[in-house]
C-alpha cells in the first residue's frame, strides 16, 4: 500500500540524500540543481499529485515551450523526474500504476539531437604499433593484457593474484569501481550476469604475470603503482598513462573503451559461424546479441566479400 499524502518537498530532500550516495558528486550538483530552480513549483503539491498524466504532461509541454534551455538539457530534467518517479514507487509514494503512467509522459525530447556518432576503433597494426613504443616493463605488460583482454576497464584495474588460475587463465569476478562521495572500491558485483567468465590467455603472457611472485597476505593487484600491490591503478591514472603511449605512437586519442570495441571487431572478422560468435561474446562478458548489434563495426570490405560470395 502506497503511504499517505507526503509532499514534494520532503520527497525531494530524501530523494537528493539518496541520491548523493549513488552519483558523482558532479552529477549530484546538477540534480541539486534541476529540483531546485525546475521544480519548485512542485514543492507546493503532494507526490501523488505531481505524479499523474494531468500534471505532468502539462509540465512537459510548458519545458517543450521554455526556448531559453537546450533539448539537452530539458531531457535531462525529464530523465531526473523519470528517476524520481521509479524511487518514488520504490519507497512507496505512489502506485504502480501511478509510475508506470508517469514514464509513459515522460518520454525525452526525440530527433532534435545529433546523432550519436559510431564510435572509432583501432586495427591490429595500431594496436601493436601503440605497444612497441612502450618501454617500460610493466606498462607493456599491462597495456598488452588489456589490449588482449578487451575488458572493461574496471574489470582489468579490480584483477588481483587469485584472478590467476593454475589452467593457464584468467577469472574475472570483479571490479574496482565509484560507489560515490570520492570512494572507489572492489566490488564482486558485475555489470550483468554475463560479465563473470574465465578467460584463456596466452602462455608468454600468464608466465609474466606467474614471474611476478606477488607475495604476502590479503588482496594483491597485478598492476599497481606501488610496490606492495594492495593498491590498484586509479582509473584516471590508467588512462593518462595510455594517452601518453597513444600520443607518442602518433595515433588518434581514443578511450580506453575504444580497446574493447576494438577487440570485439576483430573477433567478429575471424567467426566463422554462430557457435563461434557466442564464444567470443563470452570472451568479453556479453550476450551473442549484444555482441553483434553494440560492439560489431561494419566495414566496406567486409559488405563487398558477402556480395561476391552471394553472386
Not at 503511504?3 to 546538477?30: D, G, L, W
Not at 572507489?184 to 560479465?195: A, M, Q
Amino acid at each position: 500500500m502506497p503511504k499517505p499524502a507526503t509532499s514534494f518537498a520532503v520527497f525531494a530532500k530524501r530523494y537528493q540524500r539518496f541520491r548523493a550516495t549513488k552519483v558523482r558528486y558532479a552529477s549530484k550538483k546538477q540534480v541539486d540543481a534541476i529540483i531546485n530552480a525546475h521544480m519548485s513549483e512542485m514543492k507546493e503539491r503532494s507526490v501523488k499529485e505531481v505524479f499523474t498524466r494531468t500534471y505532468l504532461s502539462r509540465w512537459r509541454n510548458a519545458l517543450y515551450k521554455n526556448k531559453e534551455t537546450t533539448i539537452g538539457y530539458r531531457n535531462r530534467m525529464i530523465s531526473a523526474l523519470a528517476f524520481m518517479a521509479k524511487q518514488a514507487y520504490a519507497w512507496r509514494y505512489i502506485t504502480n500504476r501511478a509510475c508506470r503512467d508517469s514514464l509513459v509522459v515522460l518520454e525525452p525530447f526525440g530527433n532534435q539531437s545529433k546523432p550519436k556518432a559510431e564510435r572509432s576503433i583501432y586495427t591490429k597494426e595500431q594496436i601493436q604499433r601503440f605497444l612497441n613504443v612502450i618501454e617500460d616493463e610493466n606498462d607493456r605488460l599491462m597495456f598488452t593484457l588489456f589490449a588482449y583482454l578487451g575488458c572493461r576497464i574496471g574489470e582489468f584495474l579490480g584483477l588481483t593474484r587469485d584472478c590467476l588460475l593454475s589452467d593457464g587463465s584468467l577469472e574475472i569476478k570483479q571490479q574496482y569501481t565509484y560507489e560515490g562521495k570520492g570512494k572507489w572500491v572492489l566490488t564482486p558485483v558485475l555489470k550483468t550476469s554475463d560479465s563473470y567468465r574465465v578467460c584463456p590467455i596466452p602462455k608468454h603472457l600468464y608466465d609474466e604475470l606467474q614471474s611476478r611472485r606477488l607475495e604476502g597476505r590479503g588482496r594483491l593487484f597485478l598492476f599497481s603503482l606501488k610496490a606492495d600491490h594492495r593498491t590498484p591503478f586509479g582509473e584516471s591514472t590508467f588512462r593518462h598513462r595510455m594517452d601518453f603511449y597513444i600520443q607518442k605512437a602518433g595515433l588518434p586519442r581514443l578511450t580506453p573503451h575504444c580497446f574493447r570495441h576494438s577487440k570485439a571487431t576483430m573477433l567478429l572478422e575471424v567467426c566463422k559461424n554462430m557457435e563461434e560468435v557466442k564464444s567470443a561474446a563470452r570472451f568479453l562478458g556479453h550476450s551473442a546479441t549484444m555482441l553483434l548489434d553494440t560492439y560489431g563495426h561494419a566495414k566496406e570490405d567486409a559488405m563487398v566479400a558477402i556480395l561476391s560470395r552471394l553472386e
